[in-house]
């Protein structure tokens, strides 16, 4: 096996300098930690017999002390539907303090109990949007200095950079376990960063609850999106931008808690989303308590010259040109990782942008693959695409440039990374690194193959053809290959339908853009 392994990484590594500096040189993914691939595992089997915990994985231990975890939906008895909010302690806190411990030491087995390697306090709640609705919960960890919790704790968690923010992601509807692991780490091959991803397993109150992913969490850092510092009253200002939801409750006028851009799209309704909500910029960077009148009209003032740009007749060449404003490379990939990955929430949630005063507008990290190759709760056809009249995007699929880029980036990209070879080989190399982890979350979450068991938002949902058994996968293999089998197919649709793209720039004016 340990050859078999070794022989298909460095077949992944002939592979990234084959495809050179082109499709790698956009800045720090050339330096991509795969876990899979670098991570030593023991050479030796272990002699504890087995009867505790024994991994090659990184184990997680997290004590609460008994106290329930804050953050589980509280639905609208009346209306099922409706999410009132989320639960807190019995004082009201969002969070409690847990202590948290990694047993982490490369080359060698771990066990539950074995000797920590790194330990600290932290801030600890259920964190999550759709996924909060499953039993395997996912954590957001702030780690504290001390028992205050005023003081933030920059540990190098499962050999990541220090930080005190993390994201403690447990696949559940997800049952290979891979998809965040698997495409963030190709996005920063493609993009140039994207956050780093760990495996490990994770032990909550001395009880094992399965495989997870040490995620690093979006946000203006040397580390992670590193912006020149804020400085107050400079007149410029580098900024860091989360597309997400907005209520009606939260508009504007009514006063949100949160700075949100109010931009052309804004007031447009451009960004309409679903029924019930639209989508806002929400500004991440500064901090909140740095987001002063002006701050916040400076960057109000630069995303609204982007859209008259975007939004005006002469887009391209004009006074407000998009290429003098955008960093075009990081809207093309993105572009490309989106329809490839068929991602339900492209430019509408979970999507970041950021702007450093000395540079251009930038779109990313990328953020959330838990529902992305048709694991969303219905049916995701492997036809069509996505982008094309989502605000920003609709008008930048009007300029021919703009679909030459993204059609030559797409055929390079299915010659190396994106390439079926490629991804079939990286995949099954994750697989067989997880290994007996597999099946020891199978032994706690493997209930979960029946879809009798779940409940309607914890599983994915028939088509009018299908059945419910149909609609979800029996067993790790069949996860795995119901993932790929949609991947291999949406990348056959779009090998032969990407040229139709410049439909959207040859159609006369682009009147349906504006109409609608
Ligand atoms: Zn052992």
């Not at 490629?422 to 979350?441: C, F, K, M, S, T």
Request: hydrophobic share 35%.
């Amino acid at each position: 096996m340990k050859y078999k392994l070794l022989g298909s990484a460095m077949a992944v590594l002939m592979l990234l300098c084959a495809l050179g500096a082109s499709a790698v040189d956009r800045d720090s993914g050339a330096n991509r930690y795969h876990q899979h691939l670098s991570a030593p595992v023991p050479r030796e089997e272990c002699g504890c017999g087995g009867e505790d915990l024994c991994t090659h994985l990184p184990i997680i231990r997290i004590e609460t002390g008994g106290q329930e975890i804050p953050g589980s939906i509280i639905r609208d008895p009346e209306d099922e539907d409706v999410v009132l909010g989320y639960t807190t302690t019995e004082t009201g806190a969002e969070e409690i303090l847990v202590s948290i411990e990694t047993v982490e030491a490369e080359g060698v087995w771990h066990h539950a109990s074995d000797e920590a390697d790194q330990s600290g306090l932290a801030w600890f709640r259920i964190r999550g949007n759709s996924s909060r609705n499953f039993p395997k919960k996912n954590y957001r960890i702030e780690l504290v200095a001390d028992e205050t919790g005023t003081q933030n704790l920059e540990l190098p968690l499962l050999g990541m950079d220090p930080d005190n923010d993390w994201a403690l992601h447990g696949p559940f509807l997800d049952k290979t376990l891979l998809r965040n692991y698997v495409w963030m780490n190709l996005s920063a091959e493609i993009m140039g960063y994207a956050p780093e991803v760990r495996f490990c397993e994770v032990l909550l109150d001395g009880e094992y609850i399965g495989v997870y992913v040490l995620m690093e969490t979006i946000k203006e850092d040397e580390y992670r999106v590193d912006l020149s510092d804020y400085e107050a009253g400079a007149g410029a200002y580098s900024y860091l931008l989360e597309m997400d939801g907005v209520s009606d409750a939260q508009t504007p006028a009514s006063g949100v808690t949160e700075a949100v851009v109010e931009s052309y799209t804004w007031y447009t309704n451009q960004m309409e989303f679903d029924e019930v909500s639209t989508t806002a910029f929400y500004i991440r960077y500064p901090h909140a308590e740095d987001l002063t009148e002006e701050v916040i009209d400076y960057i109000q003032r630069d995303i609204s010259r982007i859209e008259r740009g975007l939004y005006s007749s002469d887009m391209v060449t004009g006074r407000y040109g998009y290429e003098e404003e955008i960093d075009v490379d990081s809207f093309v990939d993105y572009y490309i990782l989106q329809e490839f990955l068929a991602v339900n929430d492209a430019f509408s949630r979970s999507t970041y942008l950021y702007r450093d005063i000395r540079g251009k507008l930038n779109i990313g990290p990328v953020w959330d693959y838990n529902n992305v190759l048709n694991n969303f709760f219905h049916e995701f056809s492997r036809e069509g695409f996505l982008l094309e009249d989502r605000s920003w995007y609709g008008r930048l699929m009007t300029d021919e440039g703009f679909v030459q880029r993204v059609i030559a980036r797409y055929r390079q990209l299915r010659q190396g990374i994106l390439s079926d070879d490629y991804l079939d080989a990286y995949i099954d190399d994750v697989v067989e690194y997880l290994g007996p982890a597999i099946q020891r979350n199978d032994e706690v979450w493997g209930w979960s193959y029946d879809p009798d068991l779940l409940e309607v938002r914890q599983r994915r949902e028939p088509d009018a053809d299908e059945t419910l058994e149909d609609a979800n996968p029996h067993s790790y293999e069949d996860a795995v290959g119901r993932m790929k089998g949609y991947m291999f197919s949406r990348a056959e649709w779009l090998d032969e339908n990407i040229q139709s793209l410049y439909q959207y720039c040859h159609r006369s004016k682009n009147a349906a853009q504006w109409v609608q």
